[in-house]
């Protein structure tokens, strides 16, 4: 077991017991042994209740939205409207219209990517990403690049995985039409200053996307605050189910942008000749929506919203320094991300283990962990290693769980050594 004395962390009243009641998944056993669930930033697991509200929408609520004057149809558009005020309220912003959903972040991103491109990116024109993006912040851009001819700069990031903010300066110009740069790092678990970042951007002319797929259930957010135009999020990966996310966009880009998918729902009118839109968000929603996993959605943020995000923010920063104090005295393993300001994650790399077999091995002792590149190829590039292993935290998670991680991991080594 770890050593009690080498650990200085403060530990916050959480009564995290009567959280993972909520979380049957989490009782279980594999080979075993309790399960240890430690693979939050690729998706978290649901609580009963968010399942238990979407049985009750598809059994006795359930219609389509917007298109009938029937009463299930009227109660199933109401309770997809309210779902999207709550979004809004979450993410910061009082008007409802603000708030478009996809399928989640990658969606989202491609949707701005596509459709503000399409509008504002000329030929020479400049658009400036991180070293540190998730493939789905890097990859769109670079197809809108090539295909309005213009170019693609990225902000350098140092040792410590931590954005290098003077050469960022040196980047922006007023060939600057937007910054896209992720809240928080899903392969290092950086948090960005995106309020720096923004404030920087604006003043050069440019507008601000901000990936937030790993940010949203972690960190209080209010995107009036932070003044950004474009700010997504994936409902999987806060306790809502898959297949639903969004993006909140400012009012003005929402009306400048074109529609990014066409279709039903999605009109003022149509005939043969021409076809007018409907304001956002419905122009930006084509088609049936998800809409059982909106109201999901909904009740994930209700729970959030009842625990806390401040609560929820300072409990899962004491489980991270933890497991970072555990990790730091393990000889031959390295952090790979050591930012000073971090979230949930933490990323290593063994001396004498590839990734692949430390995951495998974890399996073995009921530990979910994820090995790989997470779909930050150039991040691994950046820190010259071909994949980390990475364990990442949520508020249901428990001290114990990374003493076990850890004593799993000095185990893995011996039998390697
Ligand atoms: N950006 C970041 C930072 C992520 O961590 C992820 C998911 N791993 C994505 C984008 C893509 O999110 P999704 O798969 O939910 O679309």
């Avoid at 991180?130 to 789905?136: C, G, V």
């Amino acid at each position: 077991m770890a050593d009690p004395n080498i650990l200085s962390t403060a530990k916050p009243a959480f009564d995290v017991d009567r959280i993972r009641r909520e979380f049957p998944v989490l009782s279980q056993t594999i080979n075993g042994k309790p399960v240890v669930y430690l693979d939050n930033a690729a998706t978290t697991q649901k609580p009963r209740r968010v399942s238990e509200r979407v049985f009750r929408f598809d059994t006795e609520e359930y219609g389509t939205v917007r298109r009938g004057a029937y009463r299930l149809c009227e109660r199933s558009t109401q309770l997809y409207e309210e779902a999207r005020k709550k979004v809004a309220a979450f993410m910061g912003t009082p008007d409802s219209s603000e708030i478009i959903f996809t399928s989640g972040t990658t969606q989202s991103i491609n949707l701005v990517a596509y459709s503000f491109g399409k509008r504002f990116i000329q030929p020479g024109d400049e658009v400036i990403i991180s070293n540190i993006e998730h493939h789905a912040n890097t990859v769109p851009w670079q197809v809108v690049c090539e295909d309005r001819k213009a170019v693609l700069k990225v902000i350098p990031v140092n040792d410590r995985g931590e954005l290098i903010l003077e050469e960022y300066d040196k980047l922006l110009s007023g060939k600057t039409r937007i910054v896209a740069v992720n809240h928080v790092s899903n392969a290092l678990g950086t948090v960005n200053p995106v309020k720096e970042i923004v404030r920087k951007a604006r003043a050069a002319g440019a507008r601000v996307l901000i990936d937030g797929a790993q940010s949203t259930p972690h960190i209080k957010l209010d995107v009036k605050d932070l003044d950004c135009d474009f700010y997504t999020f994936s409902g999987h990966k806060m306790y809502g189910p898959s297949g639903i996310g969004g993006l909140y966009a400012r009012k003005e880009m929402l009306e400048a942008m074109p529609p990014y998918v066409t279709g039903g729902d999605m009109i003022r009118q149509v005939t043969l000749e021409k076809t007018t839109y409907a304001p956002p968000p419905m122009k930006f929603e084509a088609g049936t929506p998800p809409i059982s996993q909106v109201i999901g959605l909904g009740e994930a943020i209700d729970y959030l919203n009842e625990i806390g995000m401040d609560k929820i923010a300072e409990y899962e920063h004491s489980l991270l320094e933890y497991g970072t104090q555990l990790l730091e005295n393990i000889e031959g393993l390295r952090i790979i991300g050591t930012a000073r300001e971090k979230a949930s994650i933490l990323s290593f790399h063994l001396d004498a283990v590839h990734p692949h077999d430390v995951v495998t091995l974890l399996d073995q002792e009921g530990i979910a962990i994820r090995g790989g590149h997470h779909c930050a190829q150039p991040t691994m590039i950046r820190f010259n290693v071909p994949a980390t292993a990475r364990a990442s935290v949520s508020f249901y998670n428990k001290y114990e769980e990374l003493d076990l991680l850890a004593d799993s991991i000095r185990k893995i080594i011996k039998m390697f050594s």
